[in-house]
DNA sequence: ACTCCAATCTGGTATATACCAGATTATCGA
DNA sequence: TCGATAATCTGGTATATACCAGATTGGAGT
């Protein structure tokens, strides 16, 4: 094995990581400056940036915009299937749950979501826009758009704990199905600036689409998560 | 909006994608050189790869190992919890499957293997690595951990075609339950190599454990997908 | 103690330049 | 016509350097 080609960088990112863990440098704690990584380690800013940004792919280190590196918290699980709510399984987890809301407003539906909602275009409908942290971190923003035909005056009600929650309780509603897209994206504009990660941070994104017990569109949920905070887990076919 | 101190990068990012809508380049069409690209547009290569890395992240155009970049095709659309088999279900929404057998072994049951599947450390386990394809990209590399306790002989058969099959129509064996995990990730190692991507390319995993009918340990499903190249698309609670 | 502001520290952006290594293409010789 | 090989094209790696902009810190003045 000639891994002694191995390029500089790759050769940093292991050597960082080692140092890293002979450091016992723990979830949430910061690294040293860039600049004094680089006179540490030998070699420049740059490829001390490169090294760091491999570690960043791997999900192993997160920046704080011009604040510095720090260690990546272990991932929450997460199972979009089941309609338990934040704050209740990051609890379970041993974890302290915090959701702001962002915004939240009555507007009127848009072609998009008129086209899988099946709602009338410019017809009314609820907005929440919430930013949801775990251990102080912000992990994800996240768009609610709710039909408001059997849930009204929802937006005086507080929107920082479960809307899901907040539907069955109050208004007897519950999602009878969904339909459930997945998949990675770059964090960008708007989603990026509220988790104060640069344009193009790695994401992954979760959009439910559900429907009530009446068959009518309950509720669309578009969700941004930065892409080393959560690991989905699903069981399926276990009866218990 | 002062969007005039947007960074160059971003700039040319928008400059460039422009510009391939203008061209009509479409899926699988390369790029013009980054030096090219940078004289085009009047800025150094750095800054042109920067950009470039941009619309890598938003899964707009992927590289190909010092041959270029190009655009990237549509995401295919895939759902974990149903056993239709890749080439299934790629053919169903008209692109062209393909599958490599990279190395198919019976080996030693790891430590790791031992703790989620049940079975003993050290017994035998088939253990096949497989490269997938659609329209002669190739989207992911996957590992199959068998356990040949039901299906003796299962390595003489080709696993070019789905597995699940084989351990349905020759053996009987079918998925009763099954864990499913997906995270992002970055491609390291041999998984990186295996789809001629660089190290730290950003990824998705997905990992299926399924226990047959008879409770016993099935299959390991470790899949690692090129993090552009997928749409996880899921119905629940829809009896139809 | 407190507030405000300046100095300083951090990562972020940008240019210029060089050489390396794999992939592709062109060319020459049999 | 074919095959080996050399030239060339591509992105990948690396160094040096500068300045910018937001975040933090420290100190002066109240």
Same mark, same amino acid.
């Given at each position: ?34 600049? @004094? ?18 570690? @960043? ?50 507007? &009127? ?33 996240? $768009? ?31 999602? @009878? $199905? ?12 708007? @989603? ?26 309950? &509720? ?19 009866? $218990?």
């Amino acid at each position: 094995m000639s891994r002694t080609d191995y390029p500089v960088y790759l050769q940093l990112r292991d050597r960082l990581w080692e140092w890293i863990e002979a450091e016992q440098l723990s979830s949430q704690q910061r690294l040293p400056s860039e600049r @004094e990584l680089s006179e540490r380690f030998g070699t420049t800013r740059v490829t001390v940036r490169q090294a760091l940004s491999q570690l @960043e792919a791997e999900g192993l280190i997160f920046r704080s915009n011009r604040r510095g590196w720090y260690i990546t918290p272990e991932r929450l699980r997460y199972d979009p299937s089941r309609d338990l709510g934040f704050n209740r399984y990051v609890t379970e987890q041993g974890f302290c749950p915090r959701t702001e809301t962002l915004f939240k407003q009555l507007t &009127e539906v848009p072609q998009w979501l008129s086209e899988i909602s099946g709602l009338e275009a410019g017809t009314p409908v609820y907005h929440v826009f919430r930013r949801r942290y775990v251990n102080e971190r912000g992990l994800l923003v996240e $768009h609610n758009y709710i039909n408001p035909a059997h849930c009204p005056g929802l937006l005086s009600e507080s929107t920082n704990l479960s809307i899901w929650q907040l539907l069955r309780d109050k208004y007897d509603l519950r999602p @009878e $199905h969904r339909d459930i897209e997945i998949y990675p994206l770059a964090l960008k504009g708007l @989603e990026a600036e509220s988790l104060h990660v640069n344009q193009g941070t790695a994401g992954l994104y979760i959009q439910r689409l559900s429907f009530d017990q009446h068959g009518d569109f309950l &509720e669309l949920d578009r969700e941004y998560w930065l892409h080393d905070a959560l690991k989905i887990s699903v069981r399926i076919g276990d009866r $218990h």
